[in-house]
């Protein structure tokens, strides 16, 4: 009799577990129909949506499945909106030994209120890792993030980018306009050189669709279209070249997203320390 129940038990374990491989599968499919289904559905959409929010935008794709967008990407995009609002800028400067070479330099100017919380707090980050040069070098920012004292602002810059955005689920379904207009645009810039002329020779949007370009992922590609359908538009838009450097840009950005991880990784492994060690004390103090 013992052994029936046992197997019994067993067969309703392994029952469990196929019924939930099975609606696991069945919603991985059903993400799968939805994202195709939107995608037919979409058209493509050329201006900037949610009022160039790009933390709420960041949400919305996450929350509506339709593109997994982390928090790396979320990031680079921001620092693109900072160089196109005068925030951040790369300028050549002299060195020490008085060759010239490219700096990221921190402009002293106010965000606007209507920018993202995070998008403050990391303009901030910047400025504190410059010094009072204001000239930020990779090495100033590893530094800043190499140092313990620091992990409780790259903490808060996480939470930041990880909180859900002030807009609840029912609030992004009932924001399907603007849930459209930003895959819209996604698509609109995936697809950028298949485009009607007028819609590619709009260059007055251009720096806000490399900036959204780096949130959909797909900024390289934007940028090497632009590039064949105007040549002249780095040489002579200034910011838009800054926005375009492989280098400077680059080493700063891979600097920032390893700092974070490993500032944020630190910071979560001393607070789990601390709860260990608490629950250790209340322990033995009972």
């Known amino acids: 009799m013992e052994k029936i129940i046992g197997y019994g038990i067993v067969a309703i374990i392994a029952l469990a577990i196929v019924l939930g491989l099975l609606i696991s599968f069945w919603q991985f499919v059903k993400t799968i129909l939805a994202r195709r289904q939107r995608n037919r559905e979409l058209t493509s959409y050329h201006d900037i949506p949610v009022e160039g929010n790009l933390k709420v935008a960041y ?5 509506y499945q339709f593109s997994k967008s982390g928090y790396e990407r979320l990031l680079s995009a921001s620092v693109l909106k900072l160089i196109k609002l005068g925030a951040l800028s790369i300028e050549w400067h002299e060195d020490a030994d008085g060759k010239r070479a490219q700096r990221f330099v921190i402009n002293d100017i106010t965000l606007s209120d209507t920018e993202p919380i995070m998008m403050h707090t990391l303009y901030d ?11 930020l070098e990779p090495q100033e920012l590893k530094a800043y993030f190499d140092s313990e004292k620091n992990d409780y602002i790259v903490h808060k810059l996480v939470d930041q980018m990880e909180m859900g955005s002030k807009y609840k689920h ?4 009932a924001m399907h306009d603007d849930a459209m207009q930003v895959f819209g645009l996604r698509k609109f810039l995936s697809e950028f050189t298949l485009m009607d002329e007028p819609a590619q ?5 251009w720096n806000d669709y490399i900036v959204w370009a780096a949130l959909f992922g797909i900024s390289e590609q934007v940028i090497r279209d632009m590039k064949k359908l105007n040549p002249e538009y780095f040489r002579l838009d200034p910011v838009a070249s800054q926005m375009a450097d492989d280098m400077t ?29 608490r629950r250790s004390s209340s322990s033995s103090a009972s």
């Open 125 to 135: 980050l910047f400025r504190a890792a410059a010094g009072d040069d204001c000239l």
């Open 249 to 277: 840009l680059a080493m700063i950005n891979e600097t920032l997203l390893k700092g974070v991880k490993s500032s944020y990784a630190r910071s979560s492994n001393t607070e789990d320390s601390d709860k260990r060690g």
């Open 59 to 63: 949400d919305m794709m996450n929350e």
């Open 201 to 205: 020779k709009d260059v007055s949007l």
């Open 170 to 173: 029912k609030d992004f379904k």
